[in-house]
């Protein structure tokens, strides 16, 4: 029997995303035939090999409108010609195509909600942009009845929104066998998109009265900005930023860290409801993390104490902390010794059975 095609499509650098790298690894592993598109930028690096096919796509223009235009135009080009059974649309940026060419072709189609998309910070911020995008997600989502999003809360909001029942696949990292914590230095570590709303206008400045280093992996809209206020701080020694970082010298800096960092602005019910990669892989490399408070986070904690939850992102909140969790050895090391417990329950390998059976039941009705 020929194995079920399955196409899914996102506007960023395939090496760099893990949640997709999971998703198709587990689909591949489960025996359908997966592509996963992405986009080929200028410091695209050679694509790693993977278990699934993997398609970028060139664009002339990077970023802003005219990159979404452009990358929706050869997106929609090349669906036209790919085999498949099921598109699979990841997040909103790539949603249009893939429902046009879902029912052109009469194709069966998932939507994959990693964000509340237009709740996000940078999306909030600008009205005109905010309604652009509000009126995709309106025409867009309610036709995509089956997909799945990363929290309960996430769920909510688009049941409420839409009346959809979209199925929960957290961003749980694999779980692997714990090698114990090797701390050459006591490093504070934030792992993941550099972008607006998630806390740099105040983590930056409170490292000024941080007794420790600062650890930056990652790029995105605010990277810029994060590096321009640690020169304004003085704090080139305190915050060292190490850009784009692949996959697996980010878990050897994971590994090694003393604190991890999960912070986000309450501005967009995206960031207030959201449940980071992050915030598990800092759990399952058993390393405290300091977390907002919000309802995702909260309840996870409550479960397994794993983070020092702060109810605000103020610039004292977050040094006081910090400085709590580098000193108070009773504290860190309960938070420690959770982790070792929750990793257990929020792990890929229980997040796939859900994946899969969406896929298995999409197929077998």
């Known amino acids: 029997m020929e194995r079920k095609k399955i196409v899914c499509t996102v506007t960023n650098d395939l090496n760099f995303d893990q949640r997709m790298n999971r998703i198709c690894s587990s689909l591949a592993n489960a025996g359908y035939d997966v592509t996963l598109i992405?986009?080929?930028r200028p410091t695209s690096t050679p694509l790693n090999e993977k278990p699934f096919q993997q398609k970028r796509l060139?664009?002339?223009?990077?970023?802003?409108?005219?990159?979404?235009?452009e990358y929706n135009i050869r997106l929609f080009i090349f669906l036209l010609f790919i085999k498949c059974?099921?598109?699979c649309a990841i997040d909103l940026d790539t949603i249009l195509p893939c429902l046009f060419m879902s029912k052109i072709r009469n194709k069966k189609r998932v939507y994959d909600a990693h964000e509340l998309f237009c709740e996000m910070e940078e999306i909030v911020a600008r009205p005109l942009i905010y309604k652009a995008w509000k009126k995709i997600e309106q025409y867009a989502v309610p036709q995509f009845s089956i997909g799945y999003t990363i929290g309960d809360c996430y769920a909510e909001q688009f049941?409420?929104?839409?009346?959809v029942n979209y199925q929960i696949v957290r961003n749980a990292t694999v779980l692997m066998p714990f090698a114990q914590n090797i701390h050459e230095e006591k490093y504070i570590l934030y792992q993941g998109a550099v972008n607006e709303g998630r806390s740099f206008e105040t983590l930056i400045p409170a490292m000024q009265f941080v007794h420790g280093k600062l650890?930056?992996?990652?790029?995105g809209n605010f990277y810029k900005d994060a590096i321009a206020l640690c020169r304004q701080l003085n704090l080139q020694d305190k915050i060292i930023f190490k850009g784009y970082v692949e996959p697996q010298t980010l878990k050897e800096y994971t590994k090694k860290a003393y604190i991890g960092i999960t912070l986000f602005t309450n501005q967009g019910k995206s960031n207030y409801y959201s449940m980071a990669n992050r915030f598990f892989d800092y759990m399952h490399s058993c390393v405290p993390q300091l977390c907002v408070n919000y309802p995702e986070y909260?309840?996870?904690n409550e479960q397994f104490e794993i983070a020092y939850l702060v109810t605000d992102c103020k610039i004292n909140t977050i040094a006081t902390a910090l400085?709590?969790?580098l000193e108070n050895v009773t504290l860190y090391t309960r938070l420690k010794q959770n982790c070792l417990k929750a990793r257990e329950v929020y792990c890929w390998q229980e997040e796939e059975k859900r994946l899969i059976n969406v896929y298995k039941n999409l197929f077998e009705n």
């Open 323 to 325: 400085n709590e969790m």
């Open 159 to 163: 049941k409420k929104m839409y009346g």
């Open 38 to 40: 992405g986009r080929n």
């Open 215 to 219: 650890i930056i992996c990652g790029e």
């Open 298 to 300: 909260q309840k996870a």
């Open 85 to 87: 059974d099921v598109i």
């Open 58 to 69: 060139n664009c002339f223009f990077d970023k802003g409108k005219l990159f979404y235009a």
